[in-house]
């Protein structure tokens, strides 16, 4: 099992320019979610997929979108990336959408925007 | 809203000194407790976690965890570090079954420096 990929792991981008960040689980778990790590700042929920086909913001969601393509994958858009969404990005999945349920993370995504 | 405190933004140890690393959480009912780890150029890997009973978890590596409701903390322990115990730890709680089910609330985060 490879648990949870993330593509690509590093990219630049400039001011304006959208992409899309991609993640994939194969422990077909359930639920996927989005964070975002700052330094001196932790982590903070972007989104989250309780199940395939549906999605909720969490706690920083402006400036991103979200789709549950399927029950594996799980992708993050910037539309218009801005200097603020510098950052490292991190794909988790668990079984289910509960308190109780482990998240596993990915490697993370590097992002730099100029 | 909830809220989790990590008191220490570094740490600097040296190998087979004791080791603790506060947590303290805002919510008053029902909460879950995770610790995950973060080693240099690594992904976040779990360490340990609490849902109820014993309030002593411990976890890989060595490392265990108290949960003292009355002081809303999960304070993380390791009796003898090693240097490659030198991460980033962060605490994680979960509260309740309502609103944002999956939204783990990270705390900032502390880096700990194991000199050899």
């Known amino acids: 099992n490879a648990g949870v990929t993330q593509t690509p792991k590093f990219q630049v981008l400039k001011t304006g320019q959208s992409m899309t960040l991609q993640c994939a689980q194969d422990m077909n778990h359930n639920s996927m979610y989005w964070y975002r790590q700052d330094p001196g700042m932790g982590l903070r929920l972007i989104y989250y997929s309780a199940s395939e086909g549906t999605t909720d913001k969490g706690e920083v969601p402006n400036g991103y979108n979200v789709s549950r393509l399927n029950k594996r994958e799980f992708s993050l858009r910037l539309e218009s990336a801005a200097p603020s969404q510098t950052s490292v990005y991190f794909c988790?999945?668990?079984?289910?959408?509960?308190?109780?349920?482990?998240?596993?993370f990915g490697p993370g995504t590097r992002l730099l925007v100029l | 809203a909830q809220s989790v405190s990590q008191h220490n933004h570094h740490v600097i140890l040296s190998e087979a000194a004791s080791l603790e690393l506060g947590c303290n959480y805002s919510y008053g009912g029902t909460v879950n407790l995770f610790w995950y780890v973060q080693y240099p150029g690594q992904h976040l890997q779990l360490l340990l976690k609490?849902?109820?009973?014993?309030?002593l978890v411990k976890g890989i590596k060595g490392f265990e965890a108290e949960f003292i409701k009355s002081k809303f903390s999960f304070n993380l322990r390791k009796p003898s570090v090693q240097w490659s115990d030198t991460a980033e730890y962060f605490c994680a709680v979960n509260a309740g079954y309502g609103g944002s089910q999956g939204n783990l609330i990270f705390g900032k985060g502390t880096k700990l420096s194991v000199k050899p």
């Open positions: 609490y849902f109820s009973g014993d309030p």
């Open positions: 988790a999945s668990s079984v289910g959408l509960a308190p109780v349920e482990t998240q596993y």
